[in-house]
Nanobody, 119 residues
Framework: VQLQASGGGSVQAGGSLRLSCMRS????????MGWYRQAPGGQRELVASITSRGEKSYADSVKGRFTIFRDNGGNTLYLQMNSLKPEDTAVYYC??????????????WGQGTLVTVSS
């Protein structure tokens, strides 16, 4: 499975961006997909995730501002980011959790896309 992320860029505080992550065909079931981010000097953290059943979860820092969703075919994952803050500046990565075998999950990562929010 390959993931291709896009949509990053530079925006002023209060602005919006939409990230996209296109997924190639998977030979394994996908349990969930998500967006992570890593700020300069920081650790990679989960921003939002969506399960195969459509259950969504968000980091507290983005609740009410970010929305994760996917297209009807499930091949493209999106992250709509509104009311952006300078602290949202980071490289954003999409991920997919593949059910390799029963009880075993493999996480696949896309390349990052940089989001820069200026004050």
């Amino acid at each position: 499975v390959q993931l291709q992320a896009s949509g990053g860029g530079s925006v002023q505080a209060g602005g919006s961006l939409r990230l996209s992550c296109m997924r190639s065909r998977s030979p394994f079931p996908i349990n969930a997909m998500g967006w992570y981010r890593q700020a300069p000097g920081g650790q990679r953290e989960l921003v939002a995730s969506i399960t195969s059943r459509g259950e969504k979860s968000y980091a507290d820092s983005v609740k009410g501002r970010f929305t994760i969703f996917r297209d009807n075919g499930g091949n493209t994952l999106y992250l709509q980011m509104n009311s952006l803050k300078p602290e949202d500046t980071a490289v954003y990565y999409c991920s997919a959790d593949l059910a390799i075998v029963t009880g075993a999950v493999r996480t696949v990562w896309g390349q990052g896309t940089l989001v820069t929010v200026s004050s």
